[in-house]
């Protein structure tokens, strides 16, 4: 982990309200596991403050780049949103606990929302790996529908869901994964995106016995480790509930490890 | 010629005035790989409890604007692990190391310091009377002059370590507390903690964090920081480790010239982890600039 300043190459809008941030940080590109997030300065005053922590969407390590995908959320992101070519970001990184290599022949991916994002750099690696990849992909509607065409580019099955229907399954992405998970074949399930989505991911993968890890988002302060603001409850084999960092224990947890309340 | 920058807390000397403020820099190894912790004039550590605690269910922190409201809850191995795990890490580094304590009785602050006197490598207690995020212990010492007396003597009789005394902004009148914790035999005070705050997502009409309440770090209090450091200054002799959204050499000299013989970098850690040597050396180069020889002798220069 080190401290950079790359360059933003170019910043595409690739559907309305996200952004595909491409920038030159061969460090980051070299280092970096699938799963693992960058944190990043965005802008340079008091507001936003605090630095940001955006998953790794994809690296290319022969040019040096690292991909970002973000969401307009907030003044943060919607700075790093509208940097274009040749700014230079201000990134700690490569942080956190990514996926772990699969074990299995096959892998489901479930992705809602943006929460794809880290899944795309995670399911080139399997592709690559001879993995059979299907990724589930859910959004609010057809517009918003993320990096479709490049995940089918690199070989994985992609199923789709939408909220709306304009696209795919009518209904929630999770409602795609039981006949994934029926097929035989012994699967590994990988998700991120909303807590509730992931609270149902987590019940469907533990209801057959299959091994599931999900990457978390919280409200992040130092990425490191230090101010213990990040933690999400967790539940060891001893049944005590603790609190774990998802800067630096996760993002990424194993399934069966996270606690999830009424609300998710 | 190189401005001197040594510091007099009491008996403790450090090699310049400043250090992260507690609870923004873990225990200093995690920020290892980003910052030079050899070149910091002393190192604080995260509170540590007499026993591990888990802390405060999350959301833990949430921006403001300038600022961040958060309640960790104090969440930390306990003095055990602390002892047994970071102490020989943290020793050869040949930093004062300061560790804050939180009780949550007067007589944990004591055993406390006793089980921390004589440990290797550990210069100074700072004691934590003004976290406002937990239930037993905390502000609650801090806010009330008599009970910050008496945490301070029973922290003074526990240890021959020098003591710093970290005050609370959530009182009327923090003189009155800095006075009464100096009668106690504080060799420094450390101010501020945070300010207590609450921050509602008015959509589900439920508060942003898991504890309702946090407290409010960052820019956004630093002009009440320098006020009431400023204040202090003129009620008690101790010397004052000055903090408060701290983010700049100059933020850094506000505190210094209102009466703090250091400062503490907080929040801004967070932000940018080398700020702390940049705030030294803008210190080195206002010195230079000013002909100022000692950086003691602009302590509570403020002109009025």
């Not at chain 1, 998802?246 to 490890?257: S, Y």
């Not at chain 2, 005035?17 to 002393?42: I, K």
């Not at chain 2, 005070?189 to 960052?218: F, Q």
Request: charged share 15%.
């Amino acid at each position: 982990m080190q401290q950079h300043i790359g360059r933003v190459v170019v910043n595409s809008e690739i559907a309305p309200g996200y952004s595909l941030v491409t920038v030159h940080l061969p460090v980051v590109a070299a280092a970096a596991r699938p799963g693992q997030f960058v944190h990043v300065k965005a802008g340079g005053g008091y507001y936003p403050l605090l630095r940001r922590p955006i998953s790794i969407h994809r690296v290319d390590r022969e040019q040096g780049l690292v991909y970002l995908l973000v969401e307009v959320r907030g003044p943060g992101t919607s700075w790093l949103a509208f940097q274009g070519g040749g700014t230079p970001l201000d990134i700690i990184g490569p942080l956190g606990t990514g996926f772990p290599r699969p074990s299995t022949e096959r892998a489901v991916m479930v992705g809602g929302g943006v929460g794809m994002a880290p899944l795309v750099f995670l399911a080139e690696e399997m592709v690559h790996y001879g993995i059979e990849v299907d990724f589930l992909l859910g959004a609010r509607s057809e517009l918003q529908l993320l990096q479709r065409e490049f995940l089918t580019g690199i070989g994985a099955a992609v199923q789709v869901a939408t909220d709306d229907g304009s696209c795919g399954h009518h209904g929630r992405v999770t409602d795609l994964l039981p006949p994934m998970l029926a097929k035989g074949k012994e699967v590994t399930v990988y998700a991120c995106g909303p807590r509730p989505m992931l609270k149902t991911v987590a019940e469907l993968a533990a209801g057959v016995g299959v091994p599931c890890w999900l990457s978390l988002e919280e409200f992040m302060a130092c990425g490191v480790g230090a101010c213990r603001g990040c933690v999400t409850a967790t539940r060891g084999n001893d049944e005590q509930v603790t609190y774990k960092d998802v800067c630096t224990d996760g993002p990424v947890f194993a399934a069966g490890e996270v606690v999830f309340f009424n609300g998710a | 010629m190189e401005p001197d920058l040594t510091v007099q807390l009491g008996p403790l000397r450090l090699t310049n005035p400043v250090m992260p403020a507690s609870g923004t820099f873990g225990f200093g190894l995690e920020y290892a790989s980003l910052v030079d912790l050899r070149q910091l004039g002393a190192l604080v550590v995260k509170s540590v409890t007499l026993h591990p605690t888990r802390g405060n269910p999350p959301p833990r922190l949430c921006e403001t604007p300038a600022g961040i409201l958060n309640a960790i809850g104090l969440m930390n191995p306990g003095v055990e692990v602390f002892i047994r795990d970071k102490m020989p890490l943290l020793e050869p580094l040949g930093v004062p190391i300061i560790v804050n304590i939180a009780g949550r009785a007067q007589a944990e602050y004591a055993e406390l310091a006793a089980r921390l006197d004589g440990v290797p490598g550990v210069s100074a207690l700072e004691v934590n009377i003004s976290c406002p995020n937990v239930k037993e212990g905390g502000m609650a010492f801090g806010a009330d002059p008599q009970t910050a007396a008496l945490v301070t003597r029973s922290v003074r009789q526990a240890t021959r370590l020098p003591i710093i005394v970290k005050l609370s902004p959530n009182v009327t009148d923090i003189s009155v507390i800095a006075r009464a914790v100096e009668a106690e035999g504080a060799d420094a005070l450390s101010l501020i903690n945070t300010l207590t705050g609450l921050v509602i997502d008015v959509e589900k009409r439920r508060p942003v964090l898991g504890n309702t309440t946090g407290g409010l770090a960052g820019p956004a209090i630093r002009p009440v920081a320098v006020h009431l450091v400023w204040r202090v200054a003129r009620a008690v002799r101790l010397p004052i480790i000055g903090m408060g959204g701290i983010t700049s050499a100059s933020d850094a000299l506000q505190f210094i010239l209102a009466g703090a013989s250091a400062v503490a970098v907080g929040t801004q850690n967070f932000v940018q982890p080398k700020a702390m040597l940049e705030v030294l050396e803008g210190i080195k180069e206002y010195m230079i600039r000013h002909g100022v020889a000692r950086v003691q002798d602009i302590v509570g220069q403020l002109q009025v």
